[in-house]
Every structure is written in structure tokens, then in C-alpha cells.
């Protein structure tokens, strides 16, 4: 009762602060710094923790009022109220506790957002000032903070001549072994400083890309501290957003970039937040500089990264593998790895997930059915049909036994000799399985109702996605062209016309109501496909 009636307190003075005169919230302010003073004045043994609450409730206060001012944009400029804000922050910001100092450093953005851009600068440049020869380094990691949040809530060109300060004042404290902490808070400061000021940074990125590489090319005992792979790796991925088209292939600032990710990933294994980052790195490239590395070359990393357990990781492996089917169809049709993220489908249970996986999945169905069209049937229709297959493995003495009566199941009824040969050959031809999919087919996966569904809507695209090549529809040029080439042997739908409508109709007349529609619809798409 008494922690929400100081909440309710606290949200109240916030909501009487930004509705009262410019005098009056000076008022408040000066009543918030004596309140600040008398607790700081009190004994050491009976006032520290009553400093702490009473700091805490000041900035929560505080801080709520800023929120409200800025998310109604009801602030003028006012040098006056912003001087007060200031030195609220200080008296929070010396000697006090992170989370207060986190408080402190916010409040100063405040401070500048209200006191204008000249405001700002001076208080920039005040800060890069007393970071310089500084030893504490709790003090160190204060400072760092606050200008950081400047840079974060004025930023743009308000700041641009302040980023030379900021980075003599910052990189000190990255590579010289001041503390781990204030090298973790220094680096954190860095990346907000960059994101913030865009362009401006460029020219620095060099400088720091050197800075955060010695950083982990040093023996040094503060490398394993929790979040310092995580931060070098941030200001790297910041590094790719402000250089973009600039960073081209084999560059030295590319090679700097790629050589700080390994090193990163190689460190942190046991850092979920510092692998984020990782595959963050490679959506940066794809959306920011997509000439500057082959898309094929992150798949691999991003195809492990499927399967972690922290779904943070999963979400962006699903939303980079899906920026890569938009950017890059062809390439990732290649990678064949359509099998995994039906896995990942299947197992997951996050929307976000799910979304991205299933925009990855139709993307990737509808540029692989051209040229592979076999091998993305068979794939569906093994999920679709899976239920007697699974009940048949179960029966059976494993997963080898259950395989073959999978096989049996899509292969009977209504295939011929040749359609047999083709499958046979598949792995000749250019339609060899994942161990994704040949796991799929082992009954490693159990295909959940809503997998085997989107499966079914996949498989009843196919003779629509195959395109208008008269090869997919015409028997005689499709066996023409597979004589020239045994490599497009699985590519031609005509060839696998017997197994499209025998898997149609054990799909529309299976035990599963729902599934049964999409059966009919497969079945109408390979009439109207094939209906002239």
C-alpha cells in the first residue's frame, strides 16, 4: 500500500509539473534540490538508505514529468528550468548508485532538450571537459552516460561540432584500463553518441573500429566482464548504419567490421545479447549495405541460429533470413533452407517469430518452385501427410522403418516408372535433401495442425508459383530439356503431374476435415494449370 501510494504520489506531482506557469515548476524544482540537500546532510550511518529512497522518488518523479512534457511537446526554452533540471541531475549523479546515475544522465537529455541547442553544446562540451584525466571510475562512467544521453536527445546536426570533444574525451576511457565497467559505459556511451549523430560520426569511425579491435585483441582480465561483447559488437553494427553504401567489399573498414563480429562470437558464447548482436550485424548489411558481403555467406550462422533458445536470437535469424528472401530471392533459393524454418515454425510459439518465419517461408516457396519444384513438393507433402506416417513409425522399430513408410505413402497410387526414376535420381539431379529434410522425413518432426496446414496452402501454390515456362506444362519439351541438361530432372511440373493430383486427392478425401479444402484447391490449380 504505502510503494503505491508513493507511485501515485510521485505520478501526480509529474502531472501538476507540466500544468503549472514556467515560475511555478522553478518552484518545484528549487523544492526537489533542497529536498536533495537535506537528505545528503543527514548522518552516514541512519541517512544512506533514506538518501537512496529519496533520490530514487526524485528521479522517478522527475523523470515522469519530462516524459509527459516531451510526449505532448509542451516545452518552450527555458535556460532558467533547464539549469534547475541540471543541477538536480548532479546531485544525483555524484556518488550514488547505477541506477540513479542511469536517472541522472537521462535527466541532463532533458536538461538539454528544454535549454535549446546553444544550451546543449555547452553542457557537451562541459561534460567531454570533466571526462578528461578523470580516475574514478564510477564518476568516469556517470559522465560518460549523461553525455551520451546529450548526444542521444539533442543530436543531429545541434551537436556535430561537439563530436570531436566527445570522442577525445570517450576513447581514453575505451582503451586504457580505467575499470571494466567504465570501458563497458564508455562503449555503450560511444554507440548512442554515433546512432545520434548520423553523418558527423563518420569520419571517426575508423578511430573507434581500431579502438574496440585492441580492446579484444588485449589479454586483458576485464574481457570476459557480462556486456562488453555485447557493446563492441553495437558499435560495430552502428558503424554499418552510418558508413552504408561507403563500406565496400574488401575495404579495410569491412575487414575491421567482420574481424570484431568473430572475434565477438568467438568470446561470447555463453552471451546471448553479445550473439544478438551478431546476427544483427548481418541484417544491418543486407538492408544498409547489401554489395558489401554475399548474402550466402551469413546463412550458415543464421540457419544455426534458428534453433537457440533465447527467442530474441530466434526473431532476428527468422526477420535477417526474411530480409534476405526480399533482397536476395535467387541466392537464398540456393541455400535450401525451407526445411529448417518449417522446424522452426512448427516448435515456435512466439508471433513475432511465427510471422517473420512464415513470410520467409512463402517468399522462399515461391522463388524455388521455378526451378525445384519437386523437391518443395515433396518437402509439403510430407509435412501434410505425416499423421498416418507418424502412426505407421510408431508401430514400427524406429526411424529408418518410419522413413520408408513415408516414402511408401506419397510414392503409391499414381506415379509411373518415370515419375519413380526421378526420385530416384534426385540427388544426381540437383535435389539432394537437407539434413533438415531428411529428418522431416525420418519423423523427427511431428508436424503440429498448424504447420501441416500453411504446408497445405504452400503445396496447393505450387502449379501457380512454377511461372509460365511452357516447359512446366508441355511433356515433350520438358523431356526434351531434361535430355540436353539430366540436371533439370524434379524442375519441370509436368513431370510430377501424376503425384500433384494423387496427393490432391489423398489430401481432399484424408481424416482431416480442414485439410481437405486445400486438397480440392491444389487439385483446381493443377486443372487450371494444366486445363489447356
Same mark, same amino acid.
Not at 518452385?369 to 501427410?385: A, D, F, T
Not at 500453411?454 to 508441355?474: K, L, Q, T, Y
Given at each position: 500500500?504505502?510503494?503505491?501510494?508513493?507511485?501515485?504520489?510521485?505520478?501526480?506531482?509529474?502531472?501538476?509539473?507540466?500544468?503549472?506557469?514556467?515560475?511555478?515548476?522553478?518552484?518545484? =524544482?528549487?523544492?526537489?534540490?533542497?529536498?536533495?540537500?537535506?537528505?545528503?546532510?543527514? *548522518?552516514?550511518?541512519?541517512?544512506?538508505?533514506?538518501?537512496?529512497?529519496?533520490?530514487?522518488?526524485?528521479?522517478?518523479?522527475?523523470?515522469?514529468?519530462?516524459?509527459?512534457?516531451?510526449?505532448?511537446?509542451?516545452?518552450?526554452?527555458?535556460?532558467?528550468?533547464?539549469?534547475?533540471?541540471?543541477?538536480?541531475?548532479?546531485?544525483?549523479?555524484?556518488?550514488?548508485? *547505477?541506477?540513479?546515475?542511469? %536517472?541522472?544522465?537521462?535527466?541532463?537529455?532533458?536538461?538539454?532538450?528544454?535549454?535549446?541547442?546553444?544550451?546543449?553544446?555547452?553542457?557537451?562540451?562541459?561534460?567531454?571537459?570533466?571526462?578528461?584525466?578523470?580516475?574514478?571510475?564510477?564518476?568516469?562512467?556517470?559522465?560518460?552516460?549523461?553525455?551520451?544521453?546529450?548526444?542521444?536527445?539533442?543530436?543531429?546536426?545541434?551537436?556535430?561540432?561537439c563530436v570531436p570533444s566527445t570522442m577525445k574525451s570517450l576513447l581514453p576511457l575505451i582503451t586504457t584500463s580505467l575499470g571494466s565497467s567504465s570501458?563497458?559505459?564508455?562503449?555503450?556511451?560511444?554507440?548512442?553518441?554515433?546512432?545520434?549523430?548520423?553523418?558527423?560520426?563518420?569520419?571517426?569511425?575508423?578511430?573507434?573500429?581500431?579502438?574496440?579491435?585492441?580492446?579484444?585483441?588485449?589479454?586483458?582480465?576485464?574481457?570476459?566482464?557480462?556486456?562488453?561483447?555485447?557493446?563492441?559488437?553495437?558499435?560495430?553494427?552502428?558503424?554499418? #548504419?552510418?558508413?552504408?553504401?561507403?563500406?565496400?567489399?574488401?575495404?579495410?573498414?569491412?575487414?575491421?567490421?567482420?574481424?570484431?563480429?568473430?572475434?565477438?562470437?568467438?568470446?561470447?558464447?555463453?552471451?546471448?545479447?553479445?550473439? $544478438?548482436?551478431?546476427?544483427?550485424?548481418?541484417?544491418?548489411? #543486407?538492408?544498409?549495405?547489401?554489395?558489401?558481403?554475399?548474402?550466402?555467406?551469413?546463412?550458415?550462422?543464421?540457419?544455426?541460429?534458428?534453433?537457440?533458445?533465447?527467442?530474441?536470437?530466434?526473431?532476428?535469424?527468422?526477420?535477417?533470413?526474411?530480409?534476405?528472401?526480399?533482397?536476395?530471392?535467387?541466392?537464398?533459393?540456393?541455400?535450401?533452407?525451407?526445411?529448417?524454418?518449417?522446424?522452426?515454425?512448427?516448435?515456435?510459439?512466439?508471433?513475432?517469430?511465427?510471422?517473420?518465419?512464415? =513470410?520467409?517461408?512463402?517468399?522462399?516457396?515461391?522463388?524455388?518452385?521455378?526451378?525445384?519444384?519437386?523437391?518443395?513438393?515433396?518437402?509439403?507433402?510430407? =509435412?501434410?501427410?505425416?499423421?498416418?506416417?507418424?502412426?505407421?513409425?510408431?508401430?514400427?522399430?524406429?526411424?529408418?522403418?518410419?522413413?520408408?513408410?513415408?516414402?511408401?505413402?506419397?510414392?503409391?497410387?499414381?506415379?509411373?516408372?518415370?515419375?519413380?526414376?526421378?526420385?530416384?535420381?534426385?540427388? #544426381?539431379?540437383?535435389?539432394?535433401?537437407?539434413?533438415?529434410? $531428411?529428418?522431416?522425413?525420418?519423423?523427427?518432426?511431428?508436424?503440429?495442425?498448424?504447420?501441416?496446414?500453411?504446408?497445405?496452402?504452400?503445396?496447393?501454390?505450387?502449379?501457380?508459383?512454377?511461372? +509460365?515456362?511452357?516447359?512446366?506444362?508441355? $511433356?515433350?519439351?520438358?523431356?526434351?530439356?531434361?535430355?540436353?541438361?539430366? +540436371?533439370?530432372?524434379?524442375?519441370?511440373?509436368?513431370?510430377?503431374?501424376?503425384?500433384?493430383?494423387?496427393?490432391?486427392?489423398?489430401?481432399?478425401?484424408?481424416?482431416?476435415?480442414? =485439410?481437405?479444402?486445400?486438397?480440392?484447391?491444389?487439385?483446381?490449380?493443377?486443372?487450371?494449370?494444366? %486445363?489447356?
Amino acid at each position: 500500500l504505502l510503494l503505491t501510494l508513493a507511485t501515485v504520489s510521485m505520478r501526480s506531482f509529474a502531472r501538476i509539473y507540466i500544468s503549472v506557469s514556467e515560475k511555478e515548476q522553478v518552484n518545484l =524544482l528549487d523544492n526537489l534540490l533542497k529536498l536533495l540537500a537535506s537528505v545528503a546532510a543527514s *548522518p552516514r550511518k541512519t541517512g544512506a538508505n533514506k538518501k537512496q529512497h529519496c533520490g530514487v522518488n526524485v528521479a522517478y518523479a522527475l523523470l515522469s514529468a519530462m516524459r509527459l512534457q516531451a510526449s505532448k511537446q509542451s516545452a518552450s526554452s527555458s535556460s532558467a528550468i533547464a539549469k534547475k533540471i541540471q543541477e538536480v541531475a548532479q546531485a544525483l549523479l555524484v556518488g550514488s548508485t *547505477p541506477l540513479l546515475r542511469r %536517472a541522472a544522465a537521462e535527466l541532463f537529455g532533458h536538461a538539454c532538450r528544454i535549454g535549446g541547442d546553444n544550451y546543449a553544446t555547452s553542457v557537451a562540451r562541459g561534460l567531454a571537459t570533466q571526462l578528461e584525466g578523470i580516475k574514478d571510475p564510477d564518476t568516469a562512467s556517470a559522465l560518460s552516460l549523461a553525455l551520451a544521453c546529450v548526444h542521444r536527445t539533442v543530436g543531429g546536426m545541434a551537436l556535430s561540432a561537439c563530436v570531436p570533444s566527445t570522442m577525445k574525451s570517450l576513447l581514453p576511457l575505451i582503451t586504457t584500463s580505467l575499470g571494466s565497467s567504465s570501458r563497458v559505459w564508455a562503449l555503450h556511451a560511444l554507440t548512442l553518441t554515433a546512432n545520434a549523430s548520423g553523418f558527423s560520426f563518420m569520419p571517426h569511425v575508423k578511430l573507434t573500429l581500431k579502438a574496440v579491435l585492441s580492446v579484444l585483441l588485449q589479454d586483458l582480465p576485464e574481457i570476459s566482464t557480462p556486456g562488453l561483447s555485447q557493446c563492441v559488437a553495437r558499435m560495430v553494427n552502428a558503424s554499418v #548504419v552510418i558508413l552504408g553504401p561507403e563500406l565496400t567489399p574488401g575495404s579495410q573498414l569491412y575487414q575491421d567490421c567482420e574481424l570484431v563480429i568473430k572475434e565477438v562470437s568467438a568470446l561470447s558464447i555463453t552471451e546471448p545479447q553479445a550473439q $544478438l548482436e551478431c546476427v544483427m550485424f548481418a541484417q544491418q548489411l #543486407v538492408v544498409f549495405a547489401p554489395h558489401a558481403s554475399p548474402t550466402a555467406s551469413h546463412v550458415p550462422m543464421l540457419r544455426a541460429t534458428l534453433f537457440s533458445r533465447q527467442p530474441a536470437l530466434r526473431l532476428a535469424a527468422a526477420l535477417t533470413l526474411r530480409h534476405f528472401a526480399e533482397r536476395a530471392p535467387d541466392i537464398m533459393a540456393l541455400q535450401r533452407i525451407e526445411a529448417d524454418l518449417f522446424h522452426l515454425l512448427n516448435d515456435e510459439h512466439n508471433p513475432a517469430i511465427l510471422r517473420a518465419v512464415r =513470410l520467409t517461408l512463402e517468399r522462399l516457396i515461391e522463388v524455388s518452385c521455378p526451378v525445384s519444384s519437386l523437391r518443395i513438393l515433396k518437402l509439403c507433402s510430407r =509435412l501434410v501427410m505425416a499423421e498416418k506416417a507418424k502412426a505407421n513409425s510408431v508401430k514400427s522399430e524406429g526411424p529408418k522403418q518410419g522413413a520408408s513408410e513415408l516414402s511408401m505413402d506419397v510414392d503409391e497410387e499414381g506415379i509411373d516408372a518415370e515419375e519413380d526414376n526421378a526420385a530416384e535420381n534426385d540427388d #544426381v539431379a540437383g535435389v539432394d535433401m537437407s539434413l533438415t529434410e $531428411l529428418s522431416i522425413q525420418a519423423h523427427d518432426l511431428a508436424p503440429r495442425y498448424r504447420t501441416r496446414v500453411f504446408a497445405a496452402e504452400c503445396m496447393a501454390n505450387i502449379p501457380s508459383a512454377v511461372g +509460365e515456362d511452357s516447359r512446366h506444362v508441355d $511433356l515433350t519439351l520438358a523431356r526434351d530439356s531434361m535430355e540436353r541438361n539430366p +540436371e533439370e530432372i524434379g524442375r519441370w511440373l509436368v513431370v510430377q503431374l501424376p503425384e500433384l493430383i494423387s496427393i490432391g486427392y489423398k489430401v481432399s478425401t484424408g481424416p482431416v476435415h480442414a =485439410l481437405r479444402p486445400l486438397g480440392l484447391m491444389l487439385l483446381d490449380s493443377t486443372l487450371q494449370k494444366f %486445363a489447356n
